[in-house]
């Protein structure tokens, strides 16, 4: 299923998959959650619900899957092919933040289908949309909740009061936040080095080229799932191996990265990037490239995108990228 130029495929984690919620799913979803162990904490659901009102809530929002606003999917037990429960994000594309919620049906707790899914939905997200951290939000009186969410490295951030419908009342409320360097907490390229680090990093030599087509457009990559910082821009290119020359290195990252030939002679030396990361120190050459041979086709299950200077602002490149923008900027145009 491709959405909004995203492709939103069931999503799989350990045996259980994550679909979009379809029409036909409202007798099971109805009979599961019309439970006031699972309403009571879900904000914004009535005690006992009304199917009709399920019915109205699964219409909007396929409409908003439609256009990329929302993502809801209902999550199935692969061997029984049941609903066991159901997670949802809605996409704030304004201030890139995505909003996560979730619920498992009572006969189905203790079994870490929560956080299953949360990590799962979490990770396809920051990879996949137009989002740079996402926010969670649990009842105080939700300890299983707050535990999934902690688990799934959510940082608790603030506190609020929130009306639940079930309950009536306003209830007390944790707000949670996943940034993008939370998700792969061993392969970290953290946008802050910790404080007062006193001991040198590695310096990490890494070679990119800034490929630029007849039309003036640049090609970026985007990091994929599985990668630490998934979901950030870069620019094609990586590590240089010992004995190589920083021009060897960028042909044949170029060619195992996206299948493209480029002789070195048409790399030319552009500016370079030399920033902290908390765990080494990048040094990164930035070369320009107008000539090369075959289509860049994505051979590492990356997204790729020619991108004009005007909307270089709407990609979120990695920290080291960020200075070569406005200087990119003044080439294109
Ligand atoms: N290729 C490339 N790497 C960049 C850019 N900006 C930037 O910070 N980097 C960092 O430089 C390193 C590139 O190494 P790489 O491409 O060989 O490695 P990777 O992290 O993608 O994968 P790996 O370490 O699992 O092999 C990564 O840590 C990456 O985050 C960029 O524009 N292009």
Redesign the pocket.
């Known amino acids: 299923m491709t959405i909004n130029n995203v492709s939103v495929p069931p999503l799989t984690v350990d045996h259980y998959t994550l679909r979009i919620i379809q029409a036909e799913d409202i007798h099971s979803i109805h009979s599961l959650i019309n439970d006031w162990n699972v309403v009571r904490m879900l904000s914004e659901v009535p005690f006992p619900y009304p199917k009709p009102l399920l019915e109205k809530w699964i219409d909007s929002v396929s409409n908003e899957t439609e256009t990329g606003q929302s993502y809801h999917f209902s999550i199935l037990d692969n061997t029984t092919q049941q609903i066991v429960g159901c997670i949802g994000l809605r996409v704030d594309s304004k201030d890139q933040l995505g909003k996560i919620g979730y619920w498992i049906a009572h006969k189905y707790w203790g079994q870490q289908i929560a956080s299953k899914a949360l990590q799962r939905l979490s990770t396809w997200a920051l990879a996949n949309l137009n989002i740079n951290y996402i926010h969670a939000t649990a009842a105080d009186d939700n300890l299983a909740s707050i535990a999934v969410l902690k688990k799934c490295g959510y940082q608790s951030f603030g506190q609020g009061k929130e009306k639940f419908l079930a309950r009536a009342a306003e209830q007390p409320v944790s707000y949670f936040l996943l940034q993008r360097e939370d998700i792969c907490p061993g392969k970290k390229?953290s946008l802050v080095p910790p404080p007062n680090a006193s001991t040198p990093k590695k310096i990490?030599l890494?070679v990119?080229a800034a490929l630029i087509d007849i039309d003036g457009r640049l090609l970026l990559a985007r990091?994929p799932e599985g990668?630490?910082?998934a979901g950030m821009w870069?620019?094609?290119?990586?590590?240089i191996e010992p004995g190589e020359t920083p021009e060897a290195a960028l042909a044949r990252e170029l060619k195992e990265e996206i299948n493209v030939d480029v002789s070195q002679s048409c790399l030319a030396p552009f500016t370079f990037?030399s920033?902290e990361?908390a765990d080494f120190h990048?040094l990164?050459p930035l070369y320009v490239c107008h000539k090369w041979k075959n289509l860049p086709e994505p051979k590492e299950n990356q997204q790729l995108a020619w991108v004009s200077a005007d909307e270089l602002d709407n990609y979120l490149v990695?920290?080291?990228?960020k200075p070569f923008i406005p200087l990119l900027k003044d080439l294109l145009f």
């Open positions: 390229t990490l890494v990119a990091r990668k630490s910082m870069e620019f094609p290119g990586g590590k990037a920033h990361y990048l990164m990695m920290e080291a990228d």
